[in-house]
């Protein structure tokens, strides 16, 4: 019987039908993806993009009070878009200050 029906379809029917079941198949990964993100890291791709500024030289970085918080990632960052805490401002008497710069290879 299931034969029957499908040699009664045209194959511009059967085309059809397969082009809207992967694009609804696809729609729903998308979303599955798209709640797992979200989940994972508080803030959709879309959110994530917001919480960037690009600079003059083209270089993306986090802009200045920035949060995402997730149930793997917790980020936020300090007045002046890096992540920790504020400096002290004056430095304190007895304190120094290190300053590192690289691609995140500082390992400190």
Known sequence: ??????SGLSTRK???FSVVTTAVVFAVLNGVFVLRDKQQ????QTEKEALYQQTST????LKA???MQGSSTSVRTNSIGFRGPDLLDPKPENGFR???VGGGGGGL
């Open 98 to 100: 290190i300053w590192v």
């Open 41 to 44: 890291h508080g803030v959709t």
């Open 14 to 16: 059967k085309v059809l």
């Open 58 to 61: 083209g270089r993306k970085v």
């Open 65 to 67: 009070g920035a949060v």
């Open 1 to 6: 019987m299931g034969s029957d029906v499908a």
